[in-house]
C-alpha cells in the first residue's frame, strides 16, 4: 500500500458526475504526473485531496489510515500543500515571512508578540540552500521573478514539514533555463522524502521528471503507466480516447489566393501587442499560436473591437476602422471569446436566447420578436452542430461546456458571420465536442469563411490551419505555411527562443 | 393513496420552484385569514381598495424590475417621485393645464432616470452608488422647487386620475396598473429591448461581445424606472388631492421588496414583472391588514424590512439548492 491511496473516489457538480471511482496513488520520494484534457477532472481531484471540495463517495488514506477533509485546513494538517498557478504570496512582505507565514517564530513580551527578524531569515537561509537557492530571505517577494516565487512557495511548503506536494502546471510561466532549475529543485525534494504530484499539458516534461504517470480521462481513469515504459503515442491515447490521427479532420485547404479577406497592417494594443501584421484569405483557416500571457487573447477581443486598438486593417480591400463588438459584428466578424464562463455563455438565459442574441434584428416585426420565426433559425442549428440538450428553453448554464461551446458558435452562424475569430476554441471541451468543433471549421473554410483560430493547443494550430503565426510577449516571433511548420521549432519561439523571424 | 401523495408532491415541488406561483398562493392565504380576522376585509369594496393603495407601490415596482432584471437598483425612486410629483405641480400652477402637468412629472421622471443611466455608463459609477446620489439631489430639487411648501388645489378632472371610478366601482389607478404592466410584459418578453435588459443582468460581458450596444440599453432602463415612479406620483396626488415635496420616502424600500418577494433574482437575469405585482400586492396587503387589525403603523417599516430579507433568503436558498 502506498503513503497516499485515494479509491474510487466520486464527485458530483450539480448532478454531473466530473469523477467517476478514479484511483490515485502516490509514495514518498516519487514524483507521479497526473494527466489529462481539460475538463478530465485533475483539478477537481487536486480539490478533493487539498480538503477544498467536499467528495460525495470513495476514501483517502494516507500511511493506511483512513482521513477525512472537510476544510484545506484539515489537508494541511496531514502535510498535503499544493502550489497554484497563480501563487498565493504576500508581495509586500519579505522572503522569510512568507516561508513562514502562519506560524511566525514569536518571542513574548509582556503579552505582545515580537517579530524575530533575524531568527527566521537564518531558518530561511537554512531551507533555501536545502534547495540549492541564493534567494535574500530579507527582500519582499515583489521583487523576485516568477521561478524565485515558486521556490519561495516550495520552501514554504517544506517549513510547514510537508510530505505531499501538489504541483499545477508549474512550468506554465518559465523559461526554458528556469524548468531545468525547477527540475533540479524537484529532485532535491525527491532526495528529501517528499511525494510530488505533477499536473502539466507538456509530455516531454512528463518523460523528464516523473517515476509513473496517472492519465484521467472525461472524469475516469484511462491508464497507469511506469515512465520508463510507456510512448507518447501511448499517453496520448489514453489521454483522448482515441489514435492523434482521429482526432483532427484531414483537411485539405480551401484558401483562395485571390481573395484577401482581411488585412491587419501594424496592429498595436497599448501595452499588450505590437505592430502586429498578417492577412486572412477567403476560405483560409489562420492559425494564431501562443502560450498563456503571449498575448493571443488580446488579439482576438483587439480584433473584435472590444480592446482599444491602433494601426490599419483594410477588409476586402477597404480600411475599416472597429471600435466596438457592434461595429465589428456588423461589419460581418463573430468571435468564441477564450473565457467562455466570462465572456461567452449569458448563464441564465435559454439556449434559443443565448443563439439569437447577436441576431435579433431578424426575426422582427414591427418592433416585435416573433418567437416562431426564432425558433426555426434556433432548431436548425441546434440540429447542424448537434448539439445535444433537453429543450431549447433550458438555460445555457445547465449544458456541459462542450455544449455551451457550440452555442456560442451557433450564436455567430446565426448572424452569417463572414469571418470567425475562435479564442481557444476547445478549451475545457469534451473530445466528442473537440472532433465535431474542428469538422464544423472545416466546412465553414470550405463555404467561404476565413477563420482565426487563436490558441495555446498547438497539436490542434497545425492540424487545422493553412497558416501559422506564433505570437510570444504581444508581438509574431514566426510565420510559417501549413506544410514547414514542425512542433519544436514553434514551440522554442513560443516559449522565448530566439531565432530570425522567418518571412 | 400513494398516487395523491405523488400529486401533492409534484405540486409541492411546482409551487417552491417557481417563487411566483408560491407568493400568489401566500397572497390567497393572506386574504382567507384576514377575511376571517376582520369581516371588513374581504369585501368588494375592501379589495379594490388593496388594488387601488397597491397601485402606487406595483407601478414605481415595475420600474425597479426592469432595474433589477438587468442587475442593477434603483435607490433613487422614493425621490424621483416627489420630484416629478412637484414639478408637474409647478407646470400645473404656471399654466392650469393638466396635460402640461403630466408631461413636466414624465419629463421629470425621464430625466432623473437618464441622469442615473448616463453616471452608470459614462462615468462608470456603481448603479447603488450613483441612484443614492440621485436619491439626494432628487429629494433635494423637491424642496427647493417647491420651497418645501406642498401644493393644494387641484383641478377635480385631475383628481379623476386616483380617485375616479370606471362603471361606478373599477378604481382608474387599478386599470392604469393593469395596462401598463400587460405593456411592460410585452416589452420584456417580445422586444429586442426587453432580452437586453435580462442579458445584461446575466453577464453583462458577453452581451457586450455579442456586439449589443449597452449605453442606450442602460439609459432605457433607468429612465423607464423615473418615469414609472413619475406615473406612481401623478396617481398619488391625484388620489391625496396634493404635491409633497416630502412624499415617497420609503417607497424605494416598498418596490424593491415587492420585486424580490415576486421571485426576482438580487444578481439580475431573471424575473417576471406580473411576479412584481403579485409582490406588490402582498406587501400592501401586510399594511392594509395590520391598519384594519389597529396595528401602529410603525410596526408596519419593521413588518417590510422583515420582508425583503425573507424574501432573498428564500431566493439564495432556492439558488444553493
Known sequence: ?????????????SGVRVLNEVNFSLNRGEVVALLGQNGAGKSTLIKILSGYYNKDGGKILINGEEVHFHAPSDSLARGIRVIYQELELFPELSVAENIFMGDLPTKRFAGIPIRQKEEIEHRAQELLELLGEQIDPAIPVKKLSVSEKQVVEIARALAKKANII???????????????????????????DVGIIYITHRLEEVFTISNRVVVLRDGKNAGFFDTQDTSWQELVQAMIGRSLEELYPRRTSTLREDRIMLRVDNLDIPGLLEKTSFEL???????????????????????????????????NGQTISIHSPAMAKNLGFGLIPADRKQEGIIPELSVMHNITMASLNNYKKRGFLRRADEKTCVCEWVDKLKIRLHSIDQPIKSLSGGNQQKVVLARWLATQSKILIASEPTQGVDVGTRVDIYNIFDNLAKNGLGIIVLSSDLPEVLALSDNILVLEGGNIVG?????????????????????KVAN | MPIERNFFKAVFTFITRQQSLSMLFILLIMWVVLAFLSPYFLTINNIFEITLQSAVIALIAAGESFVIFSGGIDLSVGSVFAFSAIIGGLGLMATQNIFVSLLASLGGGLFAGFCNGAAIVKLKIPPFVATLGMMGIARGLALILSRGIPIYGLPREYMWIGQGRVFGIVPVPTIIVLILFTV?????????????????????????????????????????????AAVAAVIESARLGTMQPASGSGYEL????????GGASIYGGEGNIFASLIGALIVTTIRNGLNILGVSAFYQYVVNGLIIIFAVAADQSRRAR
Open chain 2, 254 to 261: 416598498l418596490a424593491i421588496g415587492s420585486v424580490f418577494i
Open chain 1, 1 to 13: 500500500m502506498s503513503y497516499l491511496e485515494m479509491q474510487g473516489i466520486i464527485k458530483s457538480f
Open chain 2, 184 to 228: 411592460m410584459f410585452f416589452i420584456l418578453r417580445n422586444t429586442r429591448f426587453g432580452r437586453f435588459t435580462y442579458a445584461l443582468g446575466s453577464n453583462a460581458e458577453a452581451t457586450r461581445l455579442s456586439g449589443v450596444k449597452i449605453p442606450p440599453v442602460m439609459l432605457g432602463i433607468y429612465m423607464i424606472s423615473g418615469a414609472f
Open chain 1, 166 to 192: 501538489v504541483m499545477d502546471e508549474p512550468t506554465a510561466t518559465l523559461s526554458q533555463k528556469e524548468v531545468e532549475k525547477l527540475f533540479g529543485i524537484i529532485r532535491k525534494l525527491r532526495e528529501q
Open chain 1, 281 to 315: 484569405h477567403e476560405g483560409e483557416i489562420l492559425g494564431i499560436f501562443g502560450l498563456v500571457g503571449s498575448g493571443i487573447n488580446e488579439l482576438a477581443l483587439g480584433l473584435f473591437g472590444a480592446l482599444p486598438i491602433r494601426g490599419k486593417i483594410e477588409m
Open chain 1, 479 to 499: 510565420r510559417f505555411t501549413k506544410g514547414e511548420a514542425d512542433e519544436q521549432t514553434i514551440l522554442y519561439l513560443a516559449m522565448g527562443g530566439k531565432e
